[in-house]
């Protein structure tokens, strides 16, 4: 009966697999599951179920489901880190080919991470000492605004502006990527077409910014 297999199928799983193959098994099943339902939602009773192992086998490996949701997201925020600042950090490149670059590394990694960046567009800070998404994002932010502050001063705007400009390019893109990702049933845009509309509203902006902006609505602020 199913029911009598099933114990005896995870015993054999359990003998075949090495603890580094078990520990990068229960990674990828809890990722997943994390993406789907949140760390609320998931518990270590369903990641041992779709493991097709014990629970104690999970708390062996990682003291219980906070401890592997902290691996889960340490993970994707190194991944997300490395791409980004490996784009940004390219070599004789232009302003205008840096924010390309940028975007496309945010872009790219969201598409193939899409279970990754759902993790990490929840708030993780309390269970990843690398920080949650917004930090991220901040860091990121900090290394854009260096290369704003020159731009700025070439273009004699107020370089004291460029974090808040870096703040907002960073945002644009970020939750210009969230809505992509999670709108593609409802349309085909392709990601190309996506980072060149971004970079078209970062960039034509950017250049014809005003040096001195007022609101219109409140004119004496």
Not at 54 to 60: A, G, I, L, N
Not at 86 to 101: C, D, Y
Not at 205 to 219: I, V
């Amino acid at each position: 009966m199913p029911t009598a297999q099933a114990p005896s199928r995870a015993r054999r799983s359990r003998v075949r697999m090495t603890r580094s193959e078990r520990r990068e098994q229960l990674i990828d099943v809890a990722r997943a599951l994390f993406a789907e339902r949140g760390l609320e939602g998931t518990s270590v009773e369903e990641i041992a179920a779709h493991a097709g192992v014990s629970k104690p086998v999970v708390y062996e490996h990682f003291g219980g489901k906070e401890g592997l949701y902290a691996v889960v997201v340490d993970r994707e925020v190194r991944t997300l880190h490395d791409a980004i600042r490996t784009a940004i950090t390219t070599p004789r490149a232009n302003p205008r080919a840096l924010i390309e670059l940028g975007t496309l590394a945010l872009l790219d990694y969201i598409d193939d991470n899409p279970n990754g960046f759902r993790i990490l567009s929840r708030d993780s800070s309390g269970t990843s000492p690398e920080g949650s998404f917004a930090t991220i994002l901040s860091d990121i932010a900090s290394r854009v605004e260096d290369l704003l502050a020159d731009e700025f001063e070439k273009r004699h705007l107020d370089a004291a502006t460029a974090p808040l400009y870096s703040q907002m390019l960073v945002g644009l893109v970020a939750l210009a990527g969230q809505w992509w990702i999670n709108s593609r049933e409802e349309q085909t845009l392709p990601k190309p077409v996506v980072a060149a509309h971004l970079v078209n509203l970062a960039w034509h902006g950017m250049r014809n910014l005003d040096p001195a902006p007022k609101l219109y609505t409140h004119p004496e602020r």
